[in-house]
Structures are given as C-alpha cells and as structure tokens.
C-alpha cells in the first residue's frame, strides 16, 4: 500500500513538472476570445470539417467527425508548434471550466503533421492537424477556442481559432423570411425560431437558455441572447419583427488564380516578379444596380494550382491586386476586403486605400493560388458597424446560410452546453 500512494505522488509529480516544461499561454476566465492571427508569418490558416473546406466549423459530440486545422508558416524552418483548447461560454469568454472538466486527455499538444512547400518562389511550411484525436477527445459540449503557440519562443501565440461542439438534444426548427416591417422588407432577412426541449428539463427559459444566430461564417454580426416570445410547455418560440433580423447583404465576389501561366477568369494581367503579382479586373458598386444572382461559396476560399497535384504545398504564393472602382464614400470610415481570405476579421492588411489617379481604392494581399470568394465591407468611422450596404448593397434575394445555436446553462458544473443547432439557408426561397 506504502508503495502504492509514492507511485502516485511519483506520477502527479510528474504530470505537473511535464506542464511546467511545455506552460501553455494561459487566457483568463471572462475574457473574450477571436479568431485573430499573432504572426505575419502565418497565412493561409483554416479551421474546416475534416470533409469540407466550406462548411463552419461545427461537430457533433462523440459523433466520430473531426476538424481540421492548416496553415502556412513563411519561415521555411520547422517549428514544434503545440495547441490547446480552452471552453468558452456562448459569447466566447473563457469558461470557469479546467481542461479536465471537458477533455479527456492531453489539453496542449505538439502538430506532428508538416510538410515542406516543394518548387516554389515563396517558401514555407505547410501544418496539419486532425481532432479529435488519438491525444484526447471532448467530453462536453459548447464553444471552444483552440491556441496554437511556439513552447520554443517563450509561448508566443500565433493565432487562435475559434469552433462548436454540440449534443444534439433539442430540436431546433429555424425559418428565413423577409422581414416584416415596410422598411426592411426588401434589404433584410427575419429568422423566427422554435425549440422544443423534448426530455431536457430547465429552470428558467429567460436565465438559462442562450440564443446565437450566425450569418454564414460571419462573427461580427451575430444575433445573441434573444428572449422567447412565447413559452410553452417544453416548447420556446422565438418569433420577431425586428430583433432576430439581418440585413441581407449581397452574393460574394470570385477571384481564381489557380494557374499564372493563364489569364483565368477575372484574371486582367500577371507580373511575372520574385513573387508572382495578379491584377484583378476592376471591381463596381452592386449596390446601385438590380440583384443579380452569383454562385458563390459563401465567402471561402479553396487552395488549388492548375498545372501541378499537391495544393498543399506546390501552390505559390501571389500578391493579388484589389481595385474597388469608387468615388470617395460621404461618410467618414474605411472599406475592407472580408471574407474567409481575412480570416473572418476586419484586418488593417486588408484595408483599401485611396487612388486619386486610379480614381479607386486599392490594396494588395499576399495570398497562396486558389479560388477565393470576397466582399468589401465599410466600416463607419462612427458606429465602427461593418456593413455591406454602402458597396454592394442589401437585396433580400441574396442567398444566405444561417446557424443557429441553442445553449442551456448547467447548474451542476456551470458552464452553458450546447445542446441544439440548426442551420437554415435563403437560397431559392425569394
């Protein structure tokens, strides 16, 4: 039995020291936590599906699915890069929960999985990873953060991600409508919701169940803690003229630049240099104009390269040149690129700039070949409100994808679960 409890000890201890040696960077409770990359070095970072680079990253808990996760690092170096996963509450600060609590394994480990980028002008390395994974698996459900950071270089953070694991227990019925009042009834989007608690009981609909509406992959808007309007009997009815409304937007744009040997679509010229600059064709305000539908993929982006196999890591990086054909804007503020190709967040890289004698706002991003949705996005130097409608506009026939997530607070390990989803979209419907 003595012998027993000094192996014990024996191994606590080392647990402890082997935390010590690999310290992770440590987010405090209550903060809140966005997708944002730390290091200029990184590009090309997507949290997927494991089976889709254009779907949110969303799994189901014990279901098998994975994530995936990939980036680039410009340092042709390898790095032993480690993760960590912290919980967080519905509005994405971190959660009162320890890693034991919701993962059962290792929370930091190291990404094994790079590749080296192979006849290239730009190198870099190519990181993967898959989760969950033979390292640990979750134990419960709700939002979580994953922080990638070099042990090697005093834990600095090199981006964080953010993604949703859910127990599908609630049945979520989610419907997209024009919106109600005269004054959006063409330029928005009303999504009305019903929740059926089935068998999963609660204490007050009002306190302990959390609402979050998502348009597309889009955190900037989200539509968070609407009361029911009704409650029945295992039954909560979210029906609105105003507060769960979105303005619609407009379709994506495209950019293809799989290939630089040939002018691909939208494509106007190619400066063959040291890194490889694309000129895009001059891009017009929609919002002036009659909708027209666009196929897009909702703001993603696909690496790919035309004349070779492995887009991983035989796909180059270019300079692609944005040229936004517009007078100077009346209201005070800045217009962006956005989409998936500026990590979902409004960056200062991707802020375009005056050309008097273009008589265009312009910017460059350096960006690895593919196909890429995009937007310009305002922001009022006022409100700070990103919006589409000073571009491109608001047509309530614009085809949208919308996730719905439905959280109820646990009273016995405090933290808020994710017990429903849906997703709805407004394609073909107007």
């Known amino acids: ?3 027993k409890r000094v192996f014990t000890l024996f191994y606590s201890l080392a647990i402890l020291l082997s935390l010590n040696i690999f310290a992770q960077p440590e987010w405090e409770r209550g903060v809140y936590i966005e997708d944002s990359i730390h290091s200029n070095k990184v590009r090309t970072c997507m949290l997927t599906p494991f089976e889709s680079l254009l779907e949110f990253p969303v799994i189901a808990l014990g279901s098998g699915q994975a994530l995936r996760l990939q980036f680039d690092d410009l340092d042709f170096n390898a790095q032993d890069y480690m993760y960590s996963l912290r919980h967080c509450n519905a509005n994405w600060s971190i959660s009162d929960l320890h890693p034991s609590e919701y993962l059962d394994g290792f929370y930091q480990n190291f990404i094994n999985n790079y590749e080296f980028s ?3 002008k730009q190198s870099y390395v190519h990181y993967e990873l898959n989760f969950p994974n033979g390292d640990f698996t979750f134990t419960k459900s ?3 953060i994953i922080t990638v950071y070099n042990p090697d270089a005093n834990d600095v953070v090199l981006f964080t991600k953010r993604f949703m694991v859910y127990n599908e227990q609630l049945l979520v019925g989610a419907e997209v409508k024009q919106a109600t009042f005269a004054s ?3 330029t928005e989007h009303e999504i009305d919701l019903t929740v059926n608690f089935t068998n999963v009981d609660y204490v ?5 169940v959390t609402i979050a509406i998502y348009q597309g992959h889009r955190w900037d808007n989200v539509i968070i803690d609407l009361q029911p309007s009704f409650v029945e009997k295992k039954k909560l009815i979210y029906d609105f003229d105003y507060e769960s409304s979105f303005k619609a937007g407009n379709e994506y744009r495209f950019f293809d630049t799989k290939s630089v040997r040939f002018f691909t679509e939208r494509v ?3 400066i063959h240099d040291s890194t490889h ?3 895009l064709y001059p891009d017009y305000p929609w919002g002036n104009q009659a909708y027209s539908f666009y196929q897009d993929i909702e703001g993603y982006y696909v690496p790919n390269i035309m004349e070779r196999t492995n887009n991983n890591t035989e796909a180059d990086y270019v300079w692609v040149n944005f040229c936004l054909k517009q007078k100077p804007f009346v209201d005070n503020g800045a217009v962006y690129i956005y989409g998936a190709l500026t990590n979902w967040s409004i960056e200062k890289s991707a802020k375009l700039k005056y050309n008097e004698e273009a008589e265009c706002y312009e910017t460059s991003l350096l960006l690895k070949q593919g196909y890429y949705n995009y937007t310009y996005l305002f922001v009022p130097e006022e409100s700070q ?3 589409q409608s000073q571009v491109d506009g608001d047509y309530y026939q614009t085809s949208q994808d919308y996730y719905v997530f439905v959280y109820l607070y646990d009273y016995d390990y405090g933290y808020e679960r994710l017990l429903g989803m849906r997703r709805v979209s407004s394609k073909g419907m107007f």
């Open 1 to 3: 039995m003595k012998m």
């Open 118 to 120: 192979f006849n290239t």
């Open 142 to 144: 709700g939002n979580y």
């Open 184 to 186: 959006g009834r063409f």
């Open 204 to 208: 007050n609909p009002i306190q302990d």
């Open 268 to 270: 106007q010229n190619i």
């Open 277 to 279: 600059i694309v000129l």
């Open 385 to 387: 409100i990103p919006n």
